[in-house]
């Protein structure tokens, strides 16, 4: 089967989709800066929030078994156990950056490194 | 009204004769999803995969339409998501799928761009797709962290997958893409 050559306009939509993503990127790294505790949230309600300036073990329970543990340590978090199938979300690593998460998607957990002043990026980032 | 008629019963007639070829391709895109779900990539991050399926789907594309694309990618996600995933997987790879068809085809319509270009496109929609609504279900737009290492993943494996795909429709044997060609314009 013949097949439309790669030419320039490849190069150019290529080198365009890739810069896209570069600016995506350097926007979320360039306006995040250290966080101050951390929220932890199930299906999108709170479970509580936690100060990541002491090291501390916080086991998530859900309908009164275990369903997660995040470690806090040196001022980063990470989910250190976890009884989700894929276990994914203790691949994710630590974290510290505001608006950093770690997300556990078969447990709809979510948790997220917070500032001092909440601000609200949700509408304008839409 | 006559003319109609029989313009889509032609089509349908066409249709026909490529349903073993498009069965064939869903069963190949099946494998293609179950030696991924063997294999999870080690980066940790969800959602990022190596989208084997999509060289099938970028396959069938290319040979035959867009409708054919939509019953692979649709009976695909189904199968795939019943036999390896959950209700949410099915949601998400949905999601991304028929976003990264859309962009596909539409840019492949344009006829100005290379397939590794279209698929580049096609892998960075169906990252951004299966984001969307991944967002959507956990209710927390804040994973909008995600979504820069997503897309650009999504432009990596789009890339391998263009040049695998590249590969696979020079070397099919020309009797196949002829009754999938013909059988379009019938």
Redesign the interface.
């Given at each position: 089967m013949r097949l439309r050559p790669f030419s320039w306009k490849d190069i150019l939509f290529l080198s365009g989709l890739f810069l896209c993503g570069l600016i995506l990127t350097a926007g979320l790294y360039l306006f995040s800066k250290n966080g101050q505790y951390v929220r932890i949230t199930i299906d999108g309600a709170e479970y509580g929030t936690y100060s990541l300036d002491e090291d501390q073990r916080i086991p998530v329970e859900q309908d009164g078994s275990m369903i997660n543990v995040v470690r806090i340590e040196d001022g980063t978090a990470r989910m250190e156990q976890a009884t989700c199938p894929d276990g994914l979300c203790m691949r994710q690593g630590a974290i510290s950056r505001e608006q950093q998460t770690i997300v556990c998607l078969p447990h709809k957990l979510v948790v997220e490194v917070c500032g001092t002043h909440e601000k609200e990026y949700d509408t304008v980032s839409q | 009204m006559k003319r109609n008629m029989t313009q889509s019963a032609s089509s349908a007639g066409g249709f026909v004769k490529r349903v073993p070829y498009l069965g064939m391709a869903l069963a190949l895109a099946l494998i293609c999803s179950y030696v991924e779900a063997l294999i999870?990539l080690?980066?940790?991050?969800?959602g990022i995969k190596l989208g084997l399926t999509n060289i099938v789907i970028v396959v069938v594309l290319?040979?035959g339409d867009v409708r054919d694309g939509v019953c692979v990618s649709v009976a695909r996600v189904l199968l795939a998501g019943f036999f390896f995933g959950n209700l949410?997987s099915i949601l998400y790879s949905m999601a991304g799928a028929m976003l990264s068809l859309i962009v596909m085809e539409g840019l492949r319509r344009t006829?100005?761009?290379?397939?590794?270009?279209v698929s580049?496109?096609g892998g960075?929609a169906h990252n951004v797709g299966q984001f969307l609504v991944?967002a959507l279900?956990?209710?927390?737009?804040?994973?909008?962290?995600?979504?820069?290492?997503l897309?650009?993943a999504g432009?990596l494996t789009g890339?391998l997958i263009g040049l695998v795909a590249?590969e696979i429709?020079?070397h099919?044997p020309q009797q196949l893409?002829s009754v999938l060609t013909d059988s379009k314009r019938e």
């Open positions: - | 999870p080690p980066i940790g991050i969800p290319y040979l949410y006829g100005q761009l290379h397939l590794i270009s580049a496109a960075v991944a279900v956990v209710e927390n737009y804040r994973i909008l962290y995600y979504l820069p290492v897309f650009l432009m890339v590249c429709l020079r099919l893409i």
